[in-house]
């Protein structure tokens, strides 16, 4: 199973919105709508912030929203603030009943 | 509170086997998926494999077959992750996390703080 594709980074200004790729193939992202984005901070875990493609868990800013088209998944981060500034991974659920990340995408706020 | 604390840092020679705990706390142990995660030192996540506890189902990455071994000890709620013949390029922070079953097995709700292990000579 391959890595998904993700930019290695993006930037925006602080109030811009930015949107984060996460490309797969029909094995994974494009078969099933089990699509998750974790966002991680230096020195710390990842912290989940989007599942099922579109939905936040509990207590997750509604600037961070979700979708698919295709093998492509999206996080887009709305309103960009100081502290959004970290590093954004994409997992999906893939054939076999495993899980693939992406490479990581590190978000700078300029 | 969910915690989930994780062995501590490793060196280890090429060649060597390694071992990880990651004990959990503040949940029934059986009701959630562990899953081992590992990133190497500015790269991306790699999922290696989970084990259900309640029936000890285990699926490792296709990557890993035959030299990882994911393990659960229902007795002192500890998952394991061994990873053998390891190389330099095994170098990375060895992290386990919970999911659901089912539909939210690509949720990782909970995470251990990580476990350092270095593969040199």
């Known amino acids: 199973q391959s890595a998904l594709t993700q930019p290695a980074s993006v930037s925006g200004s602080p109030g811009q919105s930015i949107t984060i790729s996460c490309t797969g193939t029909s094995s994974d992202v494009g078969d099933y709508d089990r699509v998750s984005w974790y966002q991680q901070h230096p020195g710390k875990a990842p912290k989940v912030i989007i599942y099922e493609v579109n939905k936040r868990p509990s207590g997750v800013s509604n600037r961070f929203s979700g979708s698919k088209s295709g093998n492509t998944a999206s996080l887009t981060i709305s309103g960009l603030q100081a502290d959004d500034e970290a590093d954004y991974h994409c997992?999906?659920?893939?054939?076999?009943?495993?899980?693939?990340f992406g490479g990581g995408t590190k978000v700078t706020v300029i | 509170e969910v915690q989930l604390v994780q062995s501590g840092a490793e060196v280890q020679r090429p060649g060597a086997t390694v071992k990880i705990s990651c004990k959990v706390s503040g949940y029934f142990f059986m009701d959630y998926y562990i899953h081992w995660v590992r990133q190497a030192p500015g790269k991306g996540l790699e999922w290696l494999g989970l084990?259900?506890?309640?029936?000890?189902?285990?699926i490792y990455a296709e990557k890993f077959q035959g030299r990882v071994t994911i393990s659960a000890d229902t007795s002192t709620d500890t998952a394991y992750m061994e990873l053998s013949s390891l190389r330099s390029e095994d170098t990375a922070l060895y992290y386990c996390?919970?999911?659901?079953?089912?539909?939210?097995?690509?949720?990782?709700?909970?995470w251990g703080q990580g476990a350092l292990v270095t593969v040199s000579s």
């Open positions: 997992c999906s659920y893939a054939v076999g009943s495993s899980l693939v």
């Open positions: 084990v259900d506890p309640e029936d000890a189902t285990i």
């Open positions: 996390a919970t999911s659901g079953g089912g539909y939210d097995i690509h949720k990782f709700d909970y």
